[in-house]
């Protein structure tokens, strides 16, 4: 079918060996000599007032060498920093790697030790004395909102909110979307059935298995290495430039390898921690995160209010749609609420539509990116109004969505028209698939209800900047340098790409990721766009190495250059197809005279059309203890092009995993004063491999026209459908519809008897 | 006079606060988990056969876990390698790594250990059994030409020798060499006066301060790396690919700092060795010499015996020349007896040329390359016999070298004419500096005879392949990175070709020495070639930069990339020079969109066109103890440009100190067994600081047009000239012409004696 020879096939990853043996080098790993250990003091107070910080006590203890608080940072003043993620309001960042004046949640980190050892170093944390003032909490996302909710930054006001006298006042809103397309109120006048619910879905953290970790050396010429672990060195470069005031050329950030990330290892903690105790100390210190600093202190996805108002007529056509989404940002603005607004409706054409989005500040952790963030809160609401649309008009779920699918020319809520993208085609595919049309999954229990659900999902992966060196070797191989460190096997997916024009096997060419010294500017490792732009600087670094090859051999041969081309792996003389050098043999000429190949590229290439993915799932449900067993998933999804199949699989598989994890249980517990209550991993529940069925996957192929090998990027879009999925399978299962997330066992028994007990209430569960 | 603004300015290194506070890592700090440490067992014999290699008593010492033998390396056959240091005899050079059959000199590396540490290692080399076959040993040069020389290497045969008979027989002269220019029998007939004279050198080491060092990690899935101390970590890779038979993209080589090379760490000793442990161990193995390994068994620089035979006529002019060459090659052929032969006379235009170079095995180890390799031999023959005829002919030494000076277009003795060069500048610079008019220097005893010599230097610095990258940074500076590791200084004189047609300032490149995988083929950091190549290549990747830049601010302003150009470090319209964008101004606005600038280049110059100093030195001498005192000494080179001239007189103050070393003291001392009896710093006397004044420097700049600033090469050529410099002012001090290296006090003393014992003798000292 495909006309390549190294695009779709499944060589083994260049990392694969190295990552089983446990040879890899995480940041945990690292050693040098002279290295102090560092250790974080965090906030027993969700939100309290820091009235002073006296690590005296701390620096009497043998083997403390220094104490750093938001006072070794530079006043961030006003600033405002593009660092990839999107603009960052460094003030915030800054305190929330140390806490300046207050404390804005639970485990808060409010001062750094560097000791000679991690013992020491604990002990210390527990001499220093910081004198807070508790203040109210506020941590639901609807009573932040309330005009008398507790306060979290004095100087976030009400200037978007377009407050009725004109005035500003302190608010925990740090914006207001609002997106109108069409004419909304005739488009649900012209509805023959609405359709409007309300949902709530819970904190969920990214769960990567390797905490945070960064080890700095602030050198004596005021240069700076940093060796952490990271989806960005150079965003990491970016933002400790930024928060420390210093230019960044100096400083040099080493990416170790990556256990996970998932987007929650792209903005700083520990970086600029540890590069200020070391500028203080004049040693190298390496600080880590336990598990309960990770689930408590980084970066998790909001939890989410979301009102969703559907209509459609009797044709099954989508008239009219409208959303209410307000985010969690955590203690600081930046929860996805745009990607929330302009996915919510995405999989589907709509002529009419109205969004208006809130970012709420409220007592936890600073919220980060997590795989297609804002779009599965999105999903859950809109893929099981959907389905409840579907039930009314009596269509299957799937021609409903080919029915009324976003195609070309799609305008989406921010009013950008789609280019060529393949939500039908994902969903023909699932409607294809052998699942959809077979019987309910065998149960663990005949007397357990069971039912099967679909939903679709949105997500746009995007472009940005990526470079790439490959210096031929002698022996016919290719070293190929990028700055794009591997999540998931992007070293051999962005190889292949390079391998594919050459006419070599992806084995001929080794990759490396290296430092933000030894590489040009490259972005971080999210929004699936590793494959898509590194891929594509890759490709373009293998066109470099062609024309150079063109050269030499032209000038080999003694002929012009446009007299020789490059096909099936080496050079051939246009008037003799005998006539040619393989790749191998030129790459082993060159190495005797004049100097060697080096291809090169950087692109900054337009983002990719967008992926969508389909899931379909089967469940039972233990009518007593309201568990939910998945019985049966097939995911569909359009990669545009599966560079590596397996790869794409995997991703398929492990979104899907983590849609899953929303979906039945995973969510952060807080008391009433804020207090995080499961910042572990036996009481943060997350899927293991007995709670999953084997995860079938399909691939669909609508390439993306713009990219050399047509990619779309993979990584995000599955996390978005299995949780309204299951919602919907649920519902077919015992007849609720659920509307909060996680659907924990205790939700679903209480929706359940809440319907048995109660016929003419509306089915479905509450919060809480 | 310069109209450049950063090339021949000072500025401080970029690695310098690194190396001065310890920061730098050299291979002896680098750490892994797991590490097991090596060691290597060394032959007690000069010459012996081995019988047998029994490991087995030291395997059972509890952790030891692997033993290593010449039987773990594949049999290199017949192979020849081209490695960057010109061709090599896989087969000795793998035997030189652990011996094989016969040990060939003491010290010998003969197996190795890997253990979990040093002091187990140490424990089992002793308990490893090896059986040898005294055999007996030949160390002097002339002794080992003689047809009944004990042999080292049986299939060594006379195949070149061509005997008398047409057969071949063993021997252990390796190669002859024959050069014949002009009618050099005519050319001593038109002679009035003709010298001839014979001379000895000693075997000499580089004396690096930092010993050999190798850690290996031989991966599971066949890939290796290596972290090492090395001149060229490409050529280190090639080696190893080749002597362990891997393709050399399964070699990754890390250059770690580098405490001193001058030549010999370019050969690998124990890289392959650590290999071969690490991948019987399966752990990371790390094999460090000590300094008495490093005397005995690493390369030195051959001793030589040298003929020189000159004749000039009335009028000063040189007419003829002869000489013959025999260097000890050591326990392989190898010694650089081309190098000897074409440089000893390339001083001169002289007509008439008769040279014999003769490369001999003796029972010491294998020589290796050292600044200037063969010259500093070469140039004490030479440089005497034409002080001697300056005597004669009642000349000025500095006149007869201007007179008789070498100079573009004279010919070489292998016939290749020179391009530009500055002999006789060099010799004019001299002349002209207030030293040579100056009364002698004070001395330490007025009853000390004191006397002034001078003498001058050829070395031909080499070109060989480069490869640089460079990436543009937002903030307006540029992160070089290069594979030539950096010893003198070379970071920044790289950089400062980069910096300077962009108009930045050196501070503004941050050079990077990388591994092999991060940047394309590279070759040593030898042969004076580094601030010549790599800085050219430098060069080239800063004009890359500016096509480039030109491009994107073209577009920015909607114009033809022939509208503007690169001029004063940033981008101006050709038709308003007021309209430019500065060079940090456009790499801000680059990082805004579009790819990240990278320049690249990769260069294969031409050989530059050979370097000349001229050393003055004025000395005392002790006439009871023979010791020689440095009063003062000027040296002149000629570099070509003087990129960063702190480090051009570094090179020329730590190359005349080394020629010094020559001059007065270093020699190996063997008994006549062949055991090396001075295999310390203690013992193998090299200067002090205590030994020296302050030696002065004059840069002399004929600049060489094929490079874009000039550049020569620098490293090299300051050894040549001191020796013979040091020879010729102890003769105007005390009335001996010495005619061996060292001349140490001993022989100084003896040569007076003689000379005042024996006045009917011609004065001179003799070997031993």
Redesign the interface.
Known sequence: MSHYQVIGTRPIRHD???KV?G?A?YGA?F???GLLHGRILRSPHAHARIRRIDPSAALKIPGVIAVATAADFPDPGDRIANLGEGAIVLRHLSANCLARDKVLYHGHAVAAVAATNAHVAEEALAAIQVDYEPLPVVMDVLKAMQPDAPILHDDLTTESMAAPNGATKPTNIAKHLHYKLGDPERGFAAADVIIEREFRTATVHQGYIEPHNATA?W???G?LTIWCSTQGAFTVR?QV?ELLQI???KIKVVPMEIGGGFGGKIRVYLEPVAAVLSKKAGRPVKVLMDRAAVLAATGPTPGSYIKVKVGADKSGRLTAAQAYLAYEAGAYPGSPIWAGCVCIFSCYDIPNLLIDGYDVCVNKPATSAYRAPGATNAAMAMETVVDEICERLGIDPLDFRIHNGAREGTRRADGLPFPKIGMIETCQAAKAHPHYSAPLAPGTNPAFPRGRGVAAGFWFNIGL???V?A?????G?V?L?EGSTDIGGTRTSVAMQLAEPLGLRAE?V?P?V?D???????DVTGGSRVTYATGW?AYEAALDIQRQMCERVAALWKVAVDEVQYENGGVVAKSDPNKRMSFKEIAAEV?K??????G?????PPWPGGAYAVAIIDVEVDPETGKINILRCTVAQDCGRAIHPSYVEGQIQGGTVQGIGWGLNEEYVYDDQGHLLNASFLDYRMPTALDLPMIDTVIVEVPDPRHPFGVRGVGEVPIVPPPAAIANAVYRAVGVRMNVLPMSPGRVAKAILAKAGAAGKPAGATWG
Chains 1, 2 share one sequence.
Do not use: E, F, M
């Open positions: 694969g060996v190295d043996t040879r080098l790993d050693q040098t000599a050396l050198n004596a010429d240069t970016a430039a230019p960044v050329s900047k990526s470079t060196a210096s031929v070797n002698s022996d191989t070293s340098v001929d080794r490396n290296v933000t010294d030894a590489i040009g500017y490259t600087a190495q005279h004049g100097g060697t190949i080096v090169r590229a950087s692109v900054d």
